[in-house]
Every structure is written in structure tokens, then in C-alpha cells.
């Protein structure tokens, strides 16, 4: 059985990043979707809060486990049996900081595998800081993230 951790900041959860959840799970027997904790920006959602949105979203899979993880994901991996990082790539952009984490991750942990899916490209320019910033200034992120996470977004910049 393969166990695939997907971790990021999912702050909040994108269409983008269920994507990558739905199309992982044709190859991964179980997903584990982790998100960190420990961030180094500020996050607009608890991770509480992020958990709920992604369990909304994705609903009940018993494939599918929504975790929250501190401290190092290698670490977290391992201690979970998992074989495998998932990560999504949309553009090039996102290469340099990608290559970087897989090397440190590497260096880190030499048995895990680190696996990159391409975002679909309906989804390829969504990330979580954009739709942030969009809905910031009362912008429409309908077809980019869940109905419950703009729900949530409209609320939170709403307070
Ligand atoms: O969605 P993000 O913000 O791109 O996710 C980044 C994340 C959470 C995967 C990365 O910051 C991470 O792995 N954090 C946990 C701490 C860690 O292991 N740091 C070393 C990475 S080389």
C-alpha cells in the first residue's frame, strides 16, 4: 500500500489543490493531506479552520486523511509510513523554490519519494495567495475555490 503525504499551507484550500488531491488518488492507495502548522507568513485561516474547509470540500473518503503537522514534513512522513511527498507544480515559478525543498528534503530523508503532478491547466495561475488578495478587495473567486471556502473568505475580510 502506498501512503502519499500532501502537504502545504492550503491557506485556504484551492480548485488547484483538489486537483492534485483527486488525480493523486488514482496513483496513491492513501492521502494524507497535511497542513503545516508552523508557516512563515502569517495565515489568514486557523489551521483549524483550513482542515475544516479541505474536509468540506473533499468530504467523506476514507482514502483521504486531513491532518494538520508541525515541525519537519520528512519527519512527519517517516512517522506516518509514508512513501511518498506529493506536490503540485503550476509554472516554472514555482520550480526554483520546489527544486530546493526536494533537495533539502532529500538530504534530509533519503527514502522518501518526491512527486510532482502539473496542476491541470484550468487551474495552472490559481494560488492561495492570489484568491487571498482578490477577495482582500471584495474580487470574485467563484471557480477558483470551493463554495464553502469563499463563503468563509467573504466572511473573514467581512470581520
Ligand atoms: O503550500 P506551501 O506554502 O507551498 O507549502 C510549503 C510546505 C508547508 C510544504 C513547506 O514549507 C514545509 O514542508 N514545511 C514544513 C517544515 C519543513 O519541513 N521545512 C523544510 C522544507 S525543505
Same mark, same amino acid.
Given at each position: ?48 479552520? *483550513?482542515?475544516?474547509?479541505?474536509? !468540506?470540500? @473533499? ?5 483521504? $486523511? ?6 519537519? =514534513? ?32 532529500? *538530504?534530509?530523508?533519503?527514502?522518501? !519519494?518526491? @512527486? ?5 491547466? $484550468? ?6 495567495? =492570489? ?29
Amino acid at each position: 500500500m502506498t501512503i502519499a503525504v500532501y502537504p502545504g499551507s492550503f491557506d485556504p484550500v484551492t480548485f488547484g489543490h483538489l486537483n492534485l488531491v483527486e488525480r493523486g488518488l488514482r496513483i496513491f492507495d492513501q492521502l494524507i493531506v497535511a497542513v503545516a502548522i508552523n508557516i512563515k507568513k502569517p495565515p489568514l485561516f486557523t489551521p483549524e479552520e *483550513r482542515m475544516a474547509m479541505i474536509r !468540506e470540500a @473533499v468530504g467523506d473518503n476514507p482514502r483521504i $486523511e486531513i491532518v494538520t503537522f508541525t515541525g519537519l =514534513l520528512v519527519d512527519y512522513a517517516q512517522k506516518r509510513n509514508a512513501s511518498v511527498i506529493l506536490r503540485g507544480l503550476r509554472a516554472v515559478s514555482d520550480f526554483e523554490f520546489e527544486f530546493q525543498m526536494t533537495h533539502m528534503n532529500r *538530504r534530509l530523508q533519503t527514502g522518501l !519519494e518526491i @512527486v510532482f503532478m502539473m496542476t491541470d491547466e $484550468e487551474y495552472f495561475f490559481v494560488s492561495s495567495q =492570489l484568491v487571498r488578495e482578490v477577495a482582500s478587495f471584495g474580487g470574485d473567486v467563484g471557480g477558483l475555490v470551493p463554495e464553502n471556502v469563499r463563503q468563509n473568505l467573504r466572511k473573514r475580510f467581512a470581520e
